[in-house]
């Protein structure tokens, strides 16, 4: 296994995922970033976002495998597997 690639892989999804939610803030929220973070997390919608986060990553997954790049795709499929984590500990 390709420790480097998939590294490279995981990061590259936790900024897709980071990106995502940052995205789906700018263009559906009225509040700035902090607030809406903030009232997500007390109001109990933050795994929502995080969920809406990870939709990016299904793009650098598939682009990953076009490129015959594997070890990359596993990296993103292990912070998309991240991301669920999150969100089901923020149900509890």
Do not use: D, P
Not at 37 to 61: D, M, R, T
């Amino acid at each position: 296994m390709n420790i480097k690639a998939v590294s490279t892989g995981f990061i590259i999804g936790i900024i897709a995922n980071i990106t995502g939610v940052i995205l789906y803030i700018q263009f559906f929220s009225k509040l700035g970033i902090e607030e809406t973070l903030k009232n997500a997390w007390i109001q109990g919608f933050f795994g929502s976002l995080v969920a809406l986060g990870a939709v990016l990553n299904l793009l650098v997954f598939f682009l990953f495998l076009k490129q015959n790049k594997i070890y990359e795709a596993r990296g993103t499929l292990l912070a998309t597997v991240l991301a669920a984590i999150l969100i089901l500990m923020s149900k509890f």
